[in-house]
């Protein structure tokens, strides 16, 4: 059995976590600036559910600073109970990758663009999460009324981060409590990304691009949800676009989302009405490469 190691204090120097352990976040840690955290191949990191005072977001959370760094192969990230038992159930503050290529801000943590500052440089075979983020309301197990906490906090945010910082090949987010990755002012390449199964939206990508290069997977099933789309695409800071190169597979299932275009040879045309609920599935290889954006539309 892997022993435990608790981490509740921020990485401050160069360090490197060992497949013979498992790891617990408890409170809110972060890699900080010219900090560089390597990882061996199919290293766990659990994030403790729960509230933490002091944190920002008052909850676990891992956060790669500006300027920080991991070198990792697959990385596998979790939610956990206050006893260090993994748990299907969200209640942290997820994973955040934060870079100097723009200015970003949500949740009460921003970045700005500082050229002086080094650049971030994220790197990874794999990062799989897995019931990471916040929802905005619970039901208590002790008296089933319905509790409003505050906002909601996505599994897998990406804030200001450049294609020369950014070298994960492959994402995987199962289970979020808000949406499933959500990128903020970035341009980021990616091989494949899966989504699965998040409380919200699959894709939230605000005034950034996301390109695609091998497959793109979302399952974004309804089952009474109503406000919970494949792709959201907001323009705050500019127009945002999701690329999906020649050859890529594409496996989606959904509502597609409000008010984004789509341009494709082979993906049939989407309804996307404003508060439109109409279903959506498309599989296949694509032979042509196909665009998904938003230029002045939330």
């Known amino acids: 059995m892997l022993k435990i190691e608790v981490i509740s204090a921020n990485i401050t120097k160069n360090r490197k976590l060992s497949d013979k352990k498992i790891y617990v976040i408890e409170g809110e840690v972060h890699v900080t600036k010219g900090v560089k955290l390597t990882v061996d191949d199919k290293v766990t990191i659990l994030l403790t559910n729960g509230v933490f005072k002091k944190s920002l977001l008052r909850r676990s959370a891992l956060i790669f600073d500006q300027g920080s760094a991991l070198a990792a192969k697959r990385l596998y990230i979790k939610a956990c109970a206050a006893n260090h038992t993994p748990v299907k159930f969200a209640d942290n503050g997820g994973v955040w990758f934060l870079g100097n290529y723009s200015n970003a801000s949500k949740d009460g943590v921003s970045v700005k663009l500082n050229r002086k500052n080094p650049l971030s440089g994220f790197q990874a075979k794999m990062v799989a999460t897995y019931y990471l983020g916040r929802k905005d309301t ?3 197990p002790v008296t089933g009324k319905v509790l409003d906490i505050g906002d909601d906090v996505d599994g ?4 200001g981060v450049g294609p020369s910082e950014w070298s994960i090949s492959e994402i995987r987010s199962y289970y979020s409590a808000d949406d499933g990755f959500d990128v903020t002012n970035s341009h980021i390449k990616l091989d494949r990304i899966e989504v699965k199964q998040p409380t919200e939206d699959g894709l ?4 950034s691009r996301i390109e695609v290069h091998k497959s793109l997977m979302l399952d974004v099933r309804k089952k009474g949800e109503t406000d919970r789309d494949l792709f959201d695409l907001e ?9 999906l190169h020649r050859g890529c597979w594409v496996r989606i299932n959904g509502v597609f989302g409000d008010e984004v275009v789509l341009s494709s ?5 989407p309804d996307t009405q404003t508060d439109n609920e109409t279903s959506y ?4 290889k694509l032979k042509k490469a196909g665009l998904i954006y938003s230029i002045d539309e939330d």
Do not use: Q
């Not at 897998?156 to 804030?159: A, C, D, N, R, V």
């Not at 939230?204 to 005034?207: A, E, F, K, L």
């Not at 040879?265 to 045309?269: L, Q, S, T």
């Not at 599935?281 to 296949?284: L, M, N, P, V």
């Open 138 to 140: 619970y039901i208590s």
């Open 156 to 159: 897998f945010s990406i804030l």
């Open 204 to 207: 939230n990508i605000s005034s």
């Open 235 to 243: 323009t705050d800071d500019g127009a945002s676009y999701v690329e």
């Open 265 to 269: 040879a082979e993906m049939p045309r």
């Open 281 to 284: 599935a498309f599989s296949g």
